[in-house]
């Protein structure tokens, strides 16, 4: 089995999303200004970030909040992942897309039917901060790989809040600086 990662871009003042989520606004008032490093200003580095991300992901996990904010406006009814997708949620939504399963028990469920179709592949807990928050709390998760857009939102949706209680040492693996953003990686130290 490849690496289970968190992967996600969030402002210096630690928001994933900015207020008012909604689904003319799925990040929220300036969310999107987030992701112009993906989008607006990529560099060649940006780009290597994102086709490792491509490349090396054999399932992808998402929350259902994600799921229904996204499916439409940002990502036009269509799957926007290379590979399966398991939306993480307690009853499987009216609408559905191809290219996305339904997990709805729990986070447990989804990593283990995640595992069984990435094989050797990454397993990319893409977010939103509800489902990241629950694999931290679980200690599921290998890598967390943060994105860090030189913005600072103020309000929105804080990717750290409700991770647990007890300090969590991280071991910087990885930084790599573009102008849209800094590109990190962590690895959780056990033991």
């Not at 804080?158 to 790599?176: C, H, Q, S, W, Y």
Request: charged letters at 20%.
């Amino acid at each position: 089995m490849g690496k289970v990662f968190a992967e996600i871009t969030m402002s210096l003042d630690g928001f994933i999303a900015g207020p008012g989520i909604s689904d003319k606004q799925p990040m929220g008032a300036s969310g999107e200004k987030l992701h112009e490093w993906m989008f607006d200003k990529t560099t060649e580095a940006d780009k290597q970030w994102l086709d490792e991300l491509v490349k090396t992901s054999g399932a992808v996990i998402i929350g259902h909040h994600t799921y229904r904010t996204a499916i439409n406006d940002a990502w036009g009814g269509v799957t926007p992942f290379n590979a399966p997708a398991f939306v993480v949620c307690h009853e499987v939504p009216s609408q559905t897309l191809k290219g996305f399963d339904h997990i709805t028990g729990g986070i447990h469920k989804a990593l283990d039917r995640a595992t069984a179709v990435a094989k050797e592949k990454n397993i990319w807990i893409m977010g939103g901060a509800g489902v990241i928050q629950q694999y931290i709390r679980a200690r599921l998760v290998d890598e967390l790989r943060l994105h860090i857009a030189p913005l600072l939102l103020q309000q929105g949706t804080r990717l750290f809040d409700n991770t647990g209680t007890d300090a969590v040492e991280l071991i910087r693996e990885k930084v790599t600086e573009t102008p849209g953003a800094l590109h990190t990686v962590f690895r959780f130290k056990t033991g």
